[in-house]
């Protein structure tokens, strides 16, 4: 079955960046939006920035014009470059394909990585 590998995370100082990455197993798959998430122990599962085969994308406002997001269709998979990292950015991060299949649209998730920035 078709799995999201999430690479990239780390600990990292104020101000410094990472580049997530999200690579699908198949690149024979559709997907149609890749969504990227965070969640910090004891908050609730935050939307960070999410990209649409087409290229549009959206953020959220805590992290517009520091995060970039991005993907590789050729690839099948999904880039979030994050600048200027806070200490409030520290969290677990995962990715999120909606692919479409003969069946209509489901969901893979990435395992997750930790993204850890100290102040």
């Known amino acids: 079955q078709v799995q999201l590998v999430e690479s990239g995370g780390g600990l990292v100082q104020a101000g410094g960046s990472l580049r997530l990455s999200c690579a699908a197993s198949s690149r024979t798959l559709s997907i149609t939006v890749m969504t990227w998430y965070r969640q910090a122990p004891g908050k609730e599962r935050e939307l960070v920035a999410t990209?649409?085969?087409?290229?549009?994308?959206k953020y959220a406002d805590s992290v517009r014009g520091r995060f970039t997001v991005s993907r590789d269709n050729v690839k099948n998979t999904g880039y979030l470059q994050m600048n200027s990292l806070k200490p409030e950015d520290t969290a677990v991060y995962y990715c999120?394909?909606?692919?479409?299949?003969?069946?209509?649209?489901?969901?893979?998730w990435g395992q997750g990585t930790q993204v850890t920035v100290s102040s």
């Open positions: 990209i649409s085969v087409g290229g549009s994308t």
């Open positions: 999120n394909a909606e692919i479409l299949t003969g069946s209509g649209l489901s969901k893979i």
